[in-house]
């Protein structure tokens, strides 16, 4: 596989569910992000790790945690939503934090929180 | 003022037709500005990367960037039925904790073949 990936593509879940989003990138990358994509709005920031560490964290609701073993994978553990939080959330990689010139996307994992 | 401003249209044009989309922009400190391309069901993909003001040409596609009216376009020539996508700007400034992307909406293009 080539580029970033993400699993699942689609998500349907209750509000008391616990559930994770994975992302891998096979780009040798050493940044990765977490962006949520709702209707109408911007691209919205939500986490980004550069070399494993966590660098940022864009006032994000507890109700979503994230994850990097390695600069690899990326994890986005969910649980307690809220009907609100029904978005398509993108991961992307770059090769370091500073360069947004080499930003990634992958296809996304499409929620929806009932 | 919003940060970046996109006219989310949509916008319909014949097969054929250039293509003209344009994005706003608040913050003086943003150098580097990109064009991202989003096909239905897809994640956003790099289209241009400009830094600074000036033109930037790939094939059929023309960035822009005017620094000075803190606006910039992306003109798409000869457009094609598989230009049909949303269209997103977005830029950022440099060095330190400014990295960070700024997106407008994006701007939903069909071309009509």
């Known amino acids: 596989e080539t580029g970033v990936t993400q699993t699942p593509r689609h998500l349907v879940m209750g509000m008391t569910n616990k559930k994770s989003l994975k992302c891998e990138q096979h780009?040798?990358?050493?940044?990765m992000y977490w962006y949520k994509q709702s209707a109408k709005k911007p691209l919205e920031l939500m986490f980004v790790y550069n070399f494993k560490e966590q660098t940022e964290n864009n006032s994000v609701p507890s109700r979503f945690s994230p994850e990097c073993p390695n600069s690899s994978h990326l994890f986005l553990h969910l649980h307690t939503l809220q009907p609100e939080d029904s978005a398509l959330y993108l991961c992307a990689s770059s090769l370091d934090r500073g360069r947004t010139d080499t930003q990634y996307f992958g296809p996304g994992t499409r929620l929806t929180v009932l | 003022q919003k940060e970046v401003e996109q006219d989310p249209g949509p916008l319909s044009v014949p097969e054929g037709a250039i293509v003209s989309l344009n994005c706003t922009y608040s913050n003086s400190a943003f150098q580097y500005f990109m064009w991202y391309r989003q096909y239905s069901r897809k994640g956003p993909e790099l289209l241009m990367y400009t830094y600074s003001s000036g033109n930037k040409e790939d094939g059929r596609f023309t960035a822009q960037v005017d620094k000075s009216s803190k606006y910039i376009s992306l003109f798409i020539r000869d457009s094609q039925p598989s230009d049909s996508a949303t269209y997103l700007c977005a830029m950022s400034a440099s060095g330190g904790s400014n990295y960070k992307l700024t997106f407008g909406k994006g701007t939903l293009l069909t071309v009509n073949p």
């Open positions: 780009l040798g990358h050493n940044a």
